[in-house]
Nanobody
Framework: VQLQASGGGLVQAGGSLRLSCAAS????????AGWFRQAPGKAREFVAAINWSGSSSYYAESVEGRFTISRDNVKRTMYLQMNSLTPEDTGVYSCAALEPSRYVSGRYAHPGEYARWGLGTQVTVSS
């Protein structure tokens, strides 16, 4: 499976953006998936993850209650709805696919566990 993130842009603090992660290949529905972000000079940071069916999800504490991860396996697309954005949310957002067993075992927050990465999309939040 190959992934491509889109939907980033420049937004004012308090605003919203919706990111999309489009997958190619018929196996997308077999994978769990996640969103990560990386700010300049900082390590890649876990944002959210979702299981293969969309029935389960996890969030980083910093985005809990503001971001919502979802997926549409028919469209082979995962989404990240981001509300109440702050300048601290600025970064390159990337999506990746994860083996279901690694999601179930709780390893969804570790970027090294993900096998497939898409090109990221830049999100910039101005104050």
């Amino acid at each position: 499976v190959q992934l491509q993130a889109s939907g980033g842009g420049l937004v004012q603090a308090g605003g919203s953006l919706r990111l999309s992660c489009a997958a190619s290949g018929r196996t997308f529905s077999s994978y769990a998936a996640g969103w990560f972000r990386q700010a300049p000079g900082k390590a890649r940071e876990f944002v959210a993850a979702i299981n293969w069916s969309g029935s389960s999800s996890y969030y980083a504490e910093s985005v809990e209650g503001r971001f919502t991860i979802s997926r549409d396996n028919v469209k082979r697309t995962m989404y990240l709805q981001m509300n109440s954005l702050t300048p601290e949310d600025t970064g390159v957002y990337s999506c990746a696919a994860l083996e279901p067993s690694r999601y179930v075992s709780g390893r969804y927050a570790h970027p090294g566990e993900y096998a497939r990465w898409g090109l990221g999309t830049q999100v910039t939040v101005s104050s």
